[in-house]
C-alpha cells in the first residue's frame, strides 16, 4: 500500500475560498448563497495547532458534512464556528469567520450562539427540567416570559424536531425519561426554539441504535429546508446520505472540499480516495 500523502489545504492561501469557488465551479455554484466563510480559521490548544489555515464556504440551506479520522479537527472546527473556544483559557483561533459577511468575533458571543445553534454527540438535556422546560431554556434565558408564546413556540420547535407526537401529552415529564433518540430530538427542539439560522450538529447520532439515527437523519433532510446545517460524523455512508456538500480533514488541514456526489465518486485528492475507500483512518 502506498503511503498517504501529506495533506495540502484545498483553498490557496493567497485567495479567499469565495474567490476559490467562484473560479474553480462557477457553473454548479453560482446560484447558491454563502451562509459561513472562513478564512485561514486556526485553533490552538497551549500553543500547538489543531486546525490549520481552513478556508471553506459553507451554503445556505444546505447541508455540510465534516469527515476525517479521529483527532483530525473536525469537532475543533465545528466549536470554532460559534466561539465555544473561548471559554477554554488555553484555546487561541486566528484567521476570520463571516457570518453572512460579517466577522463573528466583532459580534456580541450570545447573539453569535443564537444565530448559530449547536447539538452535540450525546443527548444533553437538563436532567432536572421537564420535557416543556427543556426546550424553553433558551428563550427564558432571553428574557422570554409569556406563558402563551412560550406554549406555541415549545409546540412548533418539537414539530420541527418530529418529537410533539411523542410527548404531547407528556410535557411535565422528566426529559430524562425519553429514549436516547427522543433525547436527541429534544436537544435539537431546544435548538430550534432559539431560532437560528444555523445547526451545528457533532456526531448526532454516534451514540444512538440505526432506528434512532434513521430518524434523525430524515430530520435533518427536512431541517434544511429552513436552515443551514454543518454536521460532523465518522460514518461516510451517513454523510453520503444527508450531505449537499462534504469536506475531508486529517491531521488538522483541510485536504478536500466540494459536492458530496463528487467527494464520493470522484475525488480530486488521492488521500481522500483512500479514506473513503478504507485504506486508513
Known sequence: MDAPRQPTNVTEHHRSPIEHETTSHSTDHADERYRIVTEQLSVYFDGKPA?????????????????????????????????????????????????????????????????????????????????????????????????????????????????????????????????????????????????PEVLLMDEPTSALDPIATAKIEELIYELKRSYTIVVVTHNMQQAARVSDYTAFMYLGELVEFDKTRNIFTNPSKRQTEEYITGRFG
Open 51 to 195: 486546525i490549520r489555515d481552513v478556508s471553506m464556504v459553507i451554503r445556505t440551506n444546505k447541508v455540510t458534512a465534516i469527515i476525517g479520522p479521529s483527532g483530525c479537527g473536525k469537532s475543533t472546527f465545528l466549536r470554532a464556528l460559534n466561539r465555544l473556544h473561548e471559554i477554554q483559557p488555553n484555546a487561541r483561533v486566528s484567521g476570520r469567520i463571516l457570518l453572512d459577511g460579517e466577522d463573528i468575533m466583532s459580534m456580541d458571543a450570545t447573539l453569535v450562539r443564537r444565530r448559530i445553534g449547536m447539538v452535540f454527540q450525546k443527548p444533553n438535556p437538563f436532567p432536572a427540567m421537564s420535557i416543556f422546560d427543556n426546550v424553553v431554556a433558551g428563550l427564558r434565558f432571553n428574557g422570554v416570559r409569556k406563558r402563551s408564546v412560550l406554549a406555541e413556540i415549545a409546540e412548533e420547535a418539537l414539530r420541527r424536531a418530529a418529537l410533539w407526537d411523542e410527548v404531547k401529552d407528556r410535557l411535565r415529564a422528566p426529559a430524562t425519561s425519553l429514549s436516547g433518540g427522543q433525547q436527541q430530538r429534544l436537544c435539537i427542539a431546544r435548538a430550534l426554539a432559539i431560532e
